[in-house]
């Protein structure tokens, strides 16, 4: 008996270690997982918000030469006022995104103030009282797309480390499912092989059992003396044929 209760706080132990921690580490895996391609997400949104915003500052500086050259064709300043609506949103949109990371931000900083003073150029060649000098502003000064160039690079170096922890997390992942797998396996073939051995081992009990029975009986009819078995109420239980013969007792005697 003290043998069964160690083999069964065993078999629970078994259960624990393969069935129950594999899942746990299998849902912080898939976590993990879930965690890194939202990062690879966030870099590509920071990747394709930049190119938007540089899109867009190149077709207002555009428009805003083309009218400064006194081609102030239909449709230029409708570009310019659209692209303006989308500017100031893309950047707060590129700093919520990069607000993990203090480098991004100063450049996103460095790329706001730039915008603020072409913006205040175009707005001065719109309304006509800019000059050539504000014009060779618009174009030399207050750099826009190294500064863009430096966020987009910076975020596919992140991009392709993040890239890398992903593939890692997604196989990790991969090869504890299969340990999973393997252990819950070697588990139920465990208990498989207890369970046909116990059984085996039933079945050899109840064989051997029945051969001594038989052995007994056996042994009961061959003995001429009168030989009968009662229980504790007195109960014929049984008896052999001497006795049967003697008492004239009819059916099986043993």
Do not use: C
Request: net charge positive.
């Amino acid at each position: 008996e003290s043998t069964q209760k160690w083999r069964f706080a065993l078999l629970l132990v078994a259960v624990v270690l393969i069935v129950v921690v594999p899942a746990a580490l299998l849902r912080k895996a898939s976590i993990d997982s879930m965690q890194a391609m939202e990062q690879v997400n966030h870099s590509q949104q920071v990747e394709a918000q930049s190119y938007a915003l540089t899109y867009d500052l190149r077709n207002i500086e555009a428009a805003a030469l083309a009218i400064s050259a006194g081609v102030d064709a239909p449709g230029l300043r409708g570009r310019i006022e659209e692209s303006r609506a989308r500017i100031w949103p893309a950047l707060d949109t590129l700093q919520a995104l990069t607000r993990d990371n203090a480098q991004q931000q100063v450049r996103i900083g460095m790329l706001r103030t730039n915008v603020e003073l072409r913006m205040d150029e175009v707005d001065r060649i719109l309304a006509g009282t800019s000059n050539a000098a504000g014009v060779e502003r618009l174009v030399s000064r207050y750099p826009i797309r190294g500064i863009a160039a430096e966020i987009i690079g910076e975020e596919r170096a992140l991009l392709a480390r993040r890239t890398a922890v992903a593939e890692k997390t997604r196989e990790r992942a991969g090869l504890l499912r299969w340990g999973a797998v393997l252990a819950q396996l070697a588990l139920l073939g465990t208990v498989m092989f207890f369970a046909i051995r116990q059984l085996a081992a039933r079945t050899r009990a109840e064989r051997s059992t029945q051969r001594a029975s038989a052995r007994a009986a056996v042994m009961l009819e061959t003995v001429r003396e009168p030989i009968v078995l009662a229980d504790e109420d007195l109960r014929v239980v049984m008896y052999n044929a001497a006795f049967a013969e003697l008492f004239g007792v009819e059916g099986n005697a043993v």
